[in-house]
């Protein structure tokens, strides 16, 4: 197990050009992933009539993947501590390419459904993965702007995915040319990640400042306000996974009055707001740590837009638009955020992992509920359930991130302080006003927990 954790270990650290492009070749397969879930979802009817599933069926095409992704979310964060970074992520995207072409070459429902289980199980790997990987790859000073990007590795897959699928279901006249595309996608994915791939000898988040030197003594973890932004991101993705990619077209064919094709690209505007403005959100983060207020304002707007804005009444899509450009610019802040403050409160790779697992798991299980958004619209309507139910969790979780997240200002004040006090007693610098009595940053956290490598 242990030779194979040190599969693409380099026995140095990475220089700056080897960090971004072993972070290209994960954005590719994790992209690929995201394209791999929302491919389908132009081409279900095609899909039902060819395999023989009904309308309850097509529903299993979407839920199979998503259930895999969940179960897969917490034993993804350990198995990875034991085999390593390269090796993960390669046996990952090994299985993606072998469940799209289970899928691809299946002659009944039955083989399908497995491929897109097979499918999941890789999203379930990289979701939990790809965030785990960046703290131990790139020193905190760059983590801002490798957060930024990374984060966008779901709307760049859902904007490809709706413009993609339509286009190559036209050319070929088939769905599983779809799938014949993005199998071609997994397998340059996986040589990528072969040739790419490299982690530093020692990772990035064990050391200070880049001195693979001076190995950090973890200072107090912020677990508890860790867990709960990730816990409170199952919210955005109820909100924005479920209720705006999988149900607004919906909405805006029945409703507004909107063909096909106009339903999709509304919300693909959505998604292609977040990409720019999501990396930018990366950079200022790296520059001033205003991460807990920015979510819950975020939070807070979000609820705003859906009580008023997003599922009104009538035929002006005016207030749809709105919505959506609204939407994308929160969208560019809640998920780099989330994700960007975990390393933060927990230097302690463990406890990163495991608050970032969770992250992925939540987001798996928000996907499976969807068939309690599609109740609640059944039941109450497009309009009420905006205002009722959408709107009202948005609040919840702007109140959870106020009251249980602890202000990154203060943390990343602390981090700075321990990071000084650990290159001082390292001989590394030099403490220009030394006071009797001052230590170094405890080499455990307060609560007992004790660093740990990954």
Known sequence: MASIAQFGVLDRQTTNRERWTTF??????????SCNLFKASPTLSYIGADLGLDAGGLGLIMTFYSICALIMAYPGALIM?????KAMVVASCAIMVLGTAVSALSTGSGMFLF??????????????????????????????????VWSQWIPCGTIIAFFLAPMIFDATGDWRGVWYVSLALGVLALVL?????????????????????????????????????CIVFMFWCYLYLVNINGMYPTFLQDVKGMSVFDSSMLPNWLAIITIPVGIFAGVISGRFPIRKWALVVAYVVV????????????TDASSSWAFCVIMGLCASFVPTYTRGIVPVFCTNSFKCDMALG????????????????????????WFANAQYVCAPLALVA???????????RKVVALRAEEDRLNLIEAGVAVDPEPASGRVPAPASAPDGAVASKA
């Open 81 to 85: 501590r034991k085999v390593g970074v």
């Open 115 to 148: 491929g897109r289980a097979v499918e999941g199980v890789a999203y379930g790997l990289i979701c939990v993965c790809g965030p785990n990987i960046l703290p131990r790859l790139f020193p905190r000073k760059q983590m801002g702007i490798a957060v930024g």
């Open 303 to 314: 609820g705003a837009i859906f009580f008023f804005l997003a599922f009104t009444p009538g």
């Open 193 to 229: 990640l072969i040739a790419l791939v490299r982690m530093p000898k020692v990772n990035e988040n064990e050391i200070v400042d880049g001195n693979a030197d001076v190995v950090v003594k973890h200072g107090k973890q912020f677990f508890g306000s860790a867990l709960a932004v």
């Open 358 to 381: 969770t992250m992925a798991f939540v987001t798996g299980l928000a996907q499976v509920a969807a068939v309690v958004a599609s109740m609640s619209v059944a039941s109450i309507g």
């Open 24 to 33: 290209v070749a994960l954005f590719l397969f994790g992209f690929t992933a």
């Open 398 to 408: 702007a109140f959870c991130v106020l009251v249980l997240v602890k202000d990154d």
